[in-house]
C-alpha cells in the first residue's frame, strides 16, 4: 500500500515563504514520479508542479513559474513556495505514481496515489 504523508502547509503570510513535504512509506520512493497539485475554495483542483523521478525534470504551471520549487530526496518531495500570494491559498496535495521513465505528469488523473492534503491559509 503506497502511502503519502504531508506536512508544511498552515496560516502565513503573503509575500513570505513556505516548504510543503511529502513523505512517502515505501522504500521504493525512488521509482515514483510525484505531482503537486492544489484546489482553492470553489475552485478546482490545479496541477501546480511536478519532479520526475530523478529530480531532473520539473514541470510548473505558468502561474507559479520562477516562485515555486518542487525537488525532491531519497524518501520525500518538497514544494517550495517563495513570494507567497493570496491566488496560492488552498489545500495542497502532492500525488505519485510509478514511472518508469524518467518523465514528469501534470493531470491529475495520471496519478493514482495522493496524499492527505494540506492547507495554506492566509493570515493576515
Known amino acids: 500500500q503506497v502511502q503519502l504523508v504531508q506536512s508544511g502547509g498552515g496560516l502565513v503570510r503573503p509575500g513570505t515563504s513556505l516548504t510543503l513535504s511529502c513523505k512517502g512509506s515505501s522504500g521504493q520512493f525512488n521509482d515514483w514520479q510525484i505531482g503537486w497539485f492544489r484546489q482553492a475554495p470553489g475552485k478546482e483542483r490545479e496541477f501546480v508542479a511536478a519532479v520526475s523521478r530523478s529530480g531532473r525534470k520539473m514541470s510548473y504551471a505558468d502561474s507559479v513559474k520562477g516562485r515555486f520549487t518542487a525537488s525532491r530526496d531519497r524518501s520525500q518531495a518538497y514544494l517550495q513556495i517563495n513570494s507567497l500570494q493570496v491566488e496560492d491559498m488552498g489545500v495542497y496535495y502532492c500525488?505519485?505514481?510509478?514511472?518508469?521513465?524518467?518523465?514528469?505528469?501534470?493531470?491529475?488523473?495520471?496519478?493514482?496515489?495522493w496524499g492527505q492534503g494540506t492547507e495554506v491559509s492566509d493570515s493576515s
Open positions: 500525488a505519485a505514481r510509478f514511472e518508469r521513465w524518467d518523465s514528469v505528469g501534470v493531470a491529475g488523473t495520471e496519478y493514482p496515489y
